[in-house]
C-alpha cells in the first residue's frame, strides 16, 4: 500500500512565522502534489512537482512555495504566515503523469495561525 | 473560477435509501471523471472514476452516470449504509500525460441508522 506522510496533524503558528509543512511518500512516486482544503471550496491546488527540483503552480500559490529535494519528500512553504492561511492541507502522490492514475493523499495538517 | 460544481453540499439519507451527488463541469477537454470519497480525519482516496466514452460505470454499489452532451456526471449509492458517511469530492482531469485534478467543493453525506 501507498503511504503518504504529512509530518504533523494539528500544527499553531503565529502571523509573520515562516512555516514548514512536510510530506515523504514511500513508493517512489514521481508526482507530488500540495491542496488546501476549506470548507464548501473543496481541494485547491497550490503547487505539484513532477520530478525532483521540479515545480509548477497550481491554481492559488500566492504566500506560498515548495521545495522538492529529494523524490520522496515534498515539503509547503508559508513564507510569512496570515491568518487566511489557516486550513486543512494535503499532500498527495501520484506514480506517473498520466491524469487517470489515482492521487494518493496523506491525512493532512490542520495548520492554525493565530 | 471553479471549474466544476457540485451540489447538493450537504446530504442526509436513510440507510437502504439512493444517495445521489451531481456534478458539472465547464472545460470540454476533460475527459477522466473521477470521485474520491473521504473520511473524518483521513486523506481522500479514489472511489470509482469514468471516462467519457461510456455513459455509466458501476462498482459495487456505487455508479457514475455521465452525460456528455450536458457536461453533468452523478454518483448514486445504492443501498446506502452508515458506512458510507463521508465527503465525496467529484473532481475533473485531462487523461493524458501531465495532467492535475480540478475538484469540485465537496458533498458531505451522512446515513442514518
Known amino acids: 500500500d501507498v503511504k503518504v506522510t504529512q509530518s504533523s496533524r494539528y500544527l499553531v503558528k503565529r502571523t509573520g512565522e515562516k512555516v514548514f509543512l512536510e510530506c515523504v511518500q514511500d513508493?517512489?512516486?514521481?508526482?507530488m502534489f500540495w491542496y488546501r482544503q476549506d470548507p464548501g471550496l473543496g481541494l485547491r491546488l497550490i503547487y505539484f512537482?513532477?520530478?525532483?527540483?521540479?515545480?509548477e503552480k497550481g491554481d492559488i500559490p500566492e504566500g506560498y512555495s515548495v521545495s522538492r529535494e529529494k523524490k520522496e519528500r515534498f515539503s509547503l512553504i508559508l513564507e510569512s504566515a496570515s491568518t487566511n492561511q489557516t486550513s486543512m492541507y494535503l499532500c498527495?502522490?501520484?506514480?506517473?503523469?498520466?491524469?487517470?492514475?489515482?492521487?494518493?493523499f496523506g491525512d493532512g495538517t490542520r495548520l492554525s495561525i493565530l | 473560477q471553479q471549474q466544476v460544481k457540485q451540489s447538493p453540499q450537504s446530504l442526509i439519507v436513510q440507510k437502504g435509501g439512493i444517495s445521489i451527488i451531481n456534478c458539472a463541469y465547464e472545460?470540454?477537454?476533460?475527459?477522466?471523471f473521477p470521485w474520491y470519497q473521504q473520511f473524518p480525519g483521513k486523506g481522500p482516496a479514489l472511489l470509482i472514476a469514468?471516462?467519457?466514452?461510456?455513459s455509466e460505470k458501476k462498482e459495487g454499489r456505487f455508479t457514475i452516470s455521465f452525460n456528455k452532451s450536458a457536461k453533468q456526471f452523478s454518483l448514486h449509492i445504492m443501498d446506502s449504509q452508515p458506512g458510507d458517511s463521508a465527503t465525496y469530492f467529484c473532481?475533473?482531469?485531462?487523461?493524458?500525460?501531465?495532467?492535475?485534478?480540478?475538484f469540485g467543493e465537496g458533498t458531505q453525506l451522512t446515513v442514518n441508522p
Open positions: 498527495a502522490s501520484r506514480q506517473g503523469a498520466r491524469g487517470n492514475q489515482p492521487q494518493h
Open positions: 513508493m517512489d512516486h514521481e508526482n
Open positions: 512537482s513532477y520530478d525532483v527540483k521540479m515545480k
Open positions: 472545460n470540454t477537454a476533460f475527459d477522466y
Open positions: 469514468i471516462r467519457p466514452d461510456v
Open positions: 473532481a475533473a482531469s485531462y487523461f493524458t500525460s501531465g495532467s492535475r485534478l480540478t
